[in-house]
């Protein structure tokens, strides 16, 4: 059985999971946190969760898991079937992550844990996070998932990255990441309706102490 190895609190670890539930996959969770032990990196080459354990080994990387559950060809497509609308569905989940998700990663430490970040690190997380959010203005279709009429990949990558960057925007420049964008706003308000959606955020708070613990013990 496949089994997913990562902790609730870690949004690349949601995004498969979510996509394990909503294909409807068997599979087991596994909780450990990323680190840099011999024991971690043998089966996370960068040290990072999430990571899938399949019958065949160890698979890192959310986007390579995510495409490894969709060639399994079983349970629910989170992607269309005719390649150019699946290349496009990809070129989403790129430009939200890189224009969107790292840019507001650079910033956890000071939105989320209080830890100050370089001022210049803010500058430029700021400007690309603008540009990031309009490219998604300009490429989303948001009908009403981001990529058309049905939910897939790239809204894993959009509701477990724009929650966060927006706490950044709000809490490090005082800006709505989302004002004049109401179809991103409805949709993530869409699914946060969505049963195992709220499963996943029930499991996040409930992992927050612990990990909140685990970063002191880091520190
Ligand atoms: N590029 C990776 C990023 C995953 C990632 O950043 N994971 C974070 C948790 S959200 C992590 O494991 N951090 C632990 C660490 O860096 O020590 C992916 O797509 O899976």
Redesign the pocket.
């Known amino acids: 059985m496949l089994r997913l190895h990562?902790?609730a609190?870690?949004?690349?670890?949601n995004m498969v999971h979510l996509a394990l539930l909503e294909k409807g996959l068997a599979f087991e969770t596994v909780e450990v946190?990323?680190?840099?032990s011999e024991e971690f990196l043998a089966i996370?080459p960068?040290?990072?969760?999430?990571v899938l354990q399949t019958e065949h080994g160890y698979l890192?990387?959310?986007?390579?898991?995510l495409d490894y559950l969709e060639d399994l060809g079983q349970g629910r497509p989170l992607l269309p079937a005719e390649p150019f609308a699946r290349a496009q569905v990809r070129a989403l989940m790129r430009e939200i992550?890189l224009y969107i998700e790292l840019p507001a990663?650079s910033c956890y430490a000071e939105a989320f844990f209080r830890m100050p970040v370089d001022a210049a690190i803010k500058d430029k997380a700021r400007g690309e996070l603008m540009a990031g959010i309009a490219t998604l203005k300009r490429h989303g279709r948001f009908a009403p998932y981001v990529a058309g009429e049905r939910f897939g990949l790239a809204d894993l990558y959009f509701l477990y990255s724009l929650d966060l960057a927006e706490v950044v925007a709000q809490r490090l420049f005082g800006l709505d990441l989302l004002e004049g964008f109401p179809a991103a706003r409805a949709l993530l308000e869409r699914l946060q309706q969505n049963p195992h959606v709220q499963m996943i955020a029930a499991q996040k708070e409930a992992g927050m102490a612990e990990f909140m613990a685990h970063l002191r013990s880091k520190a």
């Open positions: 990562g902790f609190v870690s949004n690349y670890y946190y990323g680190s840099q996370s960068r040290g990072k969760v999430p890192s990387e959310t986007g390579a898991i992550e990663r």
